[in-house]
């Protein structure tokens, strides 16, 4: 599957980018999610971030999978993207943002969309989830195709720091769609990994995807509880080429940030060309 590749105004690309992505807990009401959001937004900011890339369902975990269906937006308009677009502008950042409910082909669903702003607040992507999320392990029960309409199409941004591959949450267990990507400077994961599921698998399949594709990965999650009863892994992270985690936040509300040094990561494919060592080439 080739990748769509959106490209943005042609610009010498930074070699050290300061990157920050945020955890939440989010309840269903739209407004004070985006509240708490654009308090965390400022925070990394503050702190130098150039690009900050929010959790999935960050505008709205439901009591009800249907909630967000109610709340669904059209492309370009609506509360949740106005707010993306002008934090953006508002700091001069890019800002990527998943889980944001835009319509569907059907009145029931949703497309789980993921967002990229340039730091003009223009956005210059969208990337809808491909792979839904489907678990039945004891009273755990998720399903995501009852209210979630898939996408498929790869979408890889063409930005000043780089090619940013975009995917979200369950994406992250089908190292193909990765592949389909071509190289990449930095893969993004903005998830909502269930307790369950992350303690046992969220780390180990983060660091895989960023060793094997020897790319940063920025993975902002939901970490916390639920009104729906749902517990969120939390755990948000951004990792290096070669597997090693830069920052790390367990729990609750916060972010996470660090410097991508994309002269280490051209070293690192140097010295390792794993990636033009490739014989079978992605379906």
Same mark, same amino acid.
């Given at each position: 599957m080739?990748?769509n590749?959106t ?12 990157v920050a992505?945020?955890? =939440?807990a989010?309840?269903?009401?739209v407004?004070?999610n985006?509240i708490?959001?654009e308090r965390?937004? *400022? =925070? &990394?900011a503050?702190?130098?971030?150039? /690009? ?7 505008g709205? =975990? #439901?009591a009800?999978?249907a *909630?967000?269906v109610?709340?669904?937006?059209? $492309?370009?308009?609506? $509360?949740?993207?106005q707010?993306?677009?002008?934090k953006?502008?508002? @700091?001069?950042i890019?800002?990527i ?5 835009l319509?569907?082909n059907?009145?029931n669903k949703?497309r ?5 702003y340039?730091d ?5 992507a969208?990337y *809808? ?9 004891g009273?755990? @029960?998720? @399903?995501e195709?009852?209210?979630i309409e898939s !996408?498929n199409?790869?979408v ?5 720091f780089g090619? /940013?591959?975009?995917s979200?949450?369950?994406d992250?267990?089908f190292?193909?769609?990765?592949r389909? =990507? ?11 990994f269930t307790?369950?599921?992350g303690?046992?698998h ?6 895989a995807r960023a ?7 920025i &993975?902002?999650?939901?970490g !916390?509880?639920?009104?729906? !009863?749902r517990?969120?892994h939390?755990n948000s992270m951004i990792?290096?080429p070669?597997g090693?985690?830069?920052? +790390?936040?367990? +729990?609750?509300? #916060?972010?996470?940030i ?6 280490y ?5 140097k010295s390792? $060309?794993a990636?033009? @060592? ?6």
């Amino acid at each position: 599957m080739k990748p769509n590749t959106t490209r943005s105004a042609p610009a010498k690309k930074t070699q050290t980018v300061r990157v920050a992505g945020i955890q =939440m807990a989010s309840s269903p009401q739209v407004s004070s999610n985006l509240i708490e959001a654009e308090r965390l937004i *400022d =925070m &990394a900011a503050a702190k130098g971030a150039q /690009i900050v890339v929010l959790p999935e369902y960050f505008g709205i =975990m #439901g009591a009800k999978d249907a *909630d967000k269906v109610a709340v669904r937006e059209k $492309p370009n308009e609506g $509360p949740i993207q106005q707010f993306l677009s002008r934090k953006a502008r508002e @700091h001069k950042i890019w800002i990527i943002g998943a889980g944001v409910p835009l319509v569907s082909n059907f009145p029931n669903k949703v497309r789980n969309s993921c967002l990229v702003y340039n730091d003009k607040g223009v956005q210059v992507a969208r990337y *809808d989830k491909i792979h839904l999320f489907g678990l039945d392990l004891g009273s755990e @029960h998720y @399903h995501e195709e009852n209210t979630i309409e898939s !996408g498929n199409e790869v979408v890889v941004v063409d930005t000043p720091f780089g090619k /940013i591959g975009l995917s979200i949450c369950y994406d992250l267990r089908f190292p193909e769609l990765y592949r389909a =990507m071509g190289q990449v400077d930095i893969i993004v994961v903005p998830a909502a990994f269930t307790e369950t599921t992350g303690k046992a698998h969220w780390e180990s399949l983060i660091r895989a995807r960023a060793i094997e594709n020897l790319c940063y990965v920025i &993975a902002p999650a939901q970490g !916390g509880y639920h009104i729906s !009863g749902r517990e969120t892994h939390g755990n948000s992270m951004i990792v290096d080429p070669w597997g090693v985690v830069l920052d +790390r936040l367990s +729990r609750g509300s #916060g972010i996470v940030i660090a410097n991508i040094n994309r002269d280490y990561q051209t070293s690192l494919r140097k010295s390792l $060309p794993a990636l033009k @060592h490739k014989t079978i080439k992605a379906i």
